[in-house]
């Protein structure tokens, strides 16, 4: 088995306590993941330095979005050095949620992976179709996404290791109706081709997750299809039960 990622999303969810109470549970039955199955958990900001605490290390921690500046006069704003400093290895950039809510282009997307790299985060890059453009086929699918895509390749290509892309179509995000194996299989490793073809990947290539109502029913037959090495899950990674069962499912 190659390397394969659960990458959990907390989004806006979890006080503290709660929060660490998840930890809890989740390190408490941790011995039972598969080798080779890394676990990552994506929280708020201000939970990161305390999950941490609480992992020592044992699980992998990321945060959901970084600053596009390095630092300085940007009120509310947190930067990729300060995500670093936490112990974090990975940063999620471009979620759908913050393209939409933030309106974040191409241009800041860009900026801040170069910040996240600059400071040795592992970026997990977000991409996904909306429905109308689903609505028109694959081929138009494929297309939105890999213009997506394109903005990687203005990363330095020394840095190009580092990118984890997940599929996620928006469509199925948060609503239950998850993209079906083949869809998501298809557009995965469409992705991987392109980031084949056009980035500086070591030879194993670049791992793509798929994201989208993603849950311990549905995992098994998600992971099992060629081009998917994990999944980024939001709503069922904020109960320990689910979010292991997903880690088990490769
Ligand atoms: P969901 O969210 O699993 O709740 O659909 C996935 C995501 O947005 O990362």
Not at 23 to 43: F, K, R, W, Y
Not at 57 to 73: E, K, N, P, R, Y
Not at 75 to 91: F, P
Not at 206 to 235: D, H, M, R, T, W
Request: net charge negative; proline share 4%; with cysteine.
């Amino acid at each position: 088995m190659g390397h394969k990622i659960v990458a959990g999303n907390w989004k806006m969810n979890l006080t503290l306590n709660e929060g660490l109470a998840l930890v809890n549970d989740l390190l408490a039955h941790q011995t039972a993941i598969p080798s080779g199955v890394e676990m990552i958990l994506c929280t708020p900001f201000i939970h990161m330095a305390s999950v941490h605490g609480a992992t020592q290390g044992a699980i992998a921690l990321g945060a959901q979005d970084c600053s596009a500046h390095a630092s300085g006069a940007y009120t509310g704003e947190v930067s990729a050095s300060m995500v670093a400093s936490t112990g974090a290895q990975y940063v999620i950039i471009g979620h759908s949620e913050r393209r939409q809510y933030h309106h974040e282009d191409d241009a800041t997307l860009l900026a801040k992976m170069q910040q996240a790299l600059s400071q040795g985060l592992h970026v997990i890059f977000c991409v996904g179709e909306p429905e109308s453009i689903r609505e028109h086929g694959e081929q138009a699918a494929i297309d939105y996404v890999q213009k997506q895509l394109e903005v990687l390749c203005e990363l330095p290509p020394e840095q190009h290791a580092a990118l984890t892309v997940a599929y996620e179509p928006i469509w199925a995000i948060g609503t239950g109706k998850t993209a079906s194996p083949q869809q998501a299989s298809t557009m995965c490793l469409n992705i991987s081709r392109f980031c084949t073809e056009h980035l500086n990947l070591p030879k194993e290539g670049i791992a793509v997750l798929y994201g989208g109502s993603c849950n311990a029913k549905n995992a098994k037959e998600l992971f099992a299809q060629p081009g998917i090495a994990g999944g980024l899950i939001g709503g069922a990674s904020l109960k320990a039960d689910d979010f292991l069962a997903i880690a088990n499912s490769f």
